[in-house]
């Protein structure tokens, strides 16, 4: 008895994990737990720059090696391109592109010298730009003791704070309008405002002011290079450009 009932569990199993496909209606139902074999697909290229993106887009549309049309899908800061669906309806990731970029430090307390540094390195040279590290330059943290003798008695007084050296030599604006580098260096950095910030101490910060205006202006200007850049493809129906 008790033979026949494992046998009877055992059948169980092996009927359970049966795969049945049937056409009903010319619906296709499984029966079972079934999965799809993976497809192989390419590992995609991590690249830098706009033009290693152009030229690898074109030696791959020369090889024929993926299905077209390729899909470029352009962000502020970022690339990816995809092959044209296979017969999964599935796409490769060929390219991955993002630029190299410096680590600007926004909405962050700096020292006056770390500030000027980071203004002098990573922001293109501008006339704003010039000015703002003059201004910088000459801001100065001090602190003054004065002291009263009446005869009777010596009153001491200290007063400090931030101040500029030749203050009547400069007219502070606390917006201003600056262009880090912050998308792809084949473009023109795109310009922004900016809060400028000093409290006691001679700590300086700068705050994006333009709501992130500055993002739609990189894409705009980074999907324009690569249409100019792939006009003949985009025309072939081999490149299709989104962002």
């Not at 009932?5 to 994990?17: G, K, M, P």
């Not at 002291?147 to 704070?161: A, H, N, P, R, T």
């Not at 200007?221 to 003949?232: F, H, K, Q």
Request: charged share 25%; glycine share 6%; proline share 3%.
């Amino acid at each position: 008895m008790l033979k026949e009932a494992l046998q009877y569990v055992a059948r169980l199993a092996t009927d359970s994990q049966e795969i049945i496909v049937k056409d009903i209606n010319g619906e296709t139902y499984v029966k079972g737990d079934a999965h799809r074999m993976p497809t192989d697909m390419a590992s995609k290229m991590r690249l830098n720059s706009l033009d290693s993106t152009v030229d690898y887009i074109k030696d791959c549309i020369s090889g024929c090696k993926f299905v077209l049309p390729y899909v470029v899908n352009v962000g502020y800061k970022e690339i990816d391109v995809y092959s044209g669906l296979n017969e999964r309806l599935e796409r490769n990731v060929l390219i991955e592109t993002t630029p190299l970029l410096p680590r600007i430090s926004f909405d962050h307390w700096m020292d006056m010298e770390s500030f000027v540094i980071q203004l002098k390195t990573c922001f293109v040279e501008t006339d704003n730009l010039n000015k703002l590290v003059a201004i910088v330059s000459s801001i100065t943290d001090e602190s003054k003791v004065s002291m009263e003798d009446d005869g009777f008695g010596l009153k001491v007084s200290q007063v400090s704070g931030t101040t500029i050296k030749k203050p009547e030599e400069f007219q502070i604006n606390p917006i201003v309008r600056l262009a880090p580098y912050r998308t792809f260096t084949e473009l023109t950095q795109p310009e922004s405002r900016f809060l400028l910030r000093v409290r006691d101490g001679g700590k300086m910060a700068l705050y994006e002011a333009d709501g992130g205006m500055w993002k739609l202006e990189a894409q705009r200007n980074t999907s324009d290079y690569l249409r100019e850049a792939l006009a003949e493809e985009i025309a072939n129906g081999t490149v299709v450009v989104v962002g």
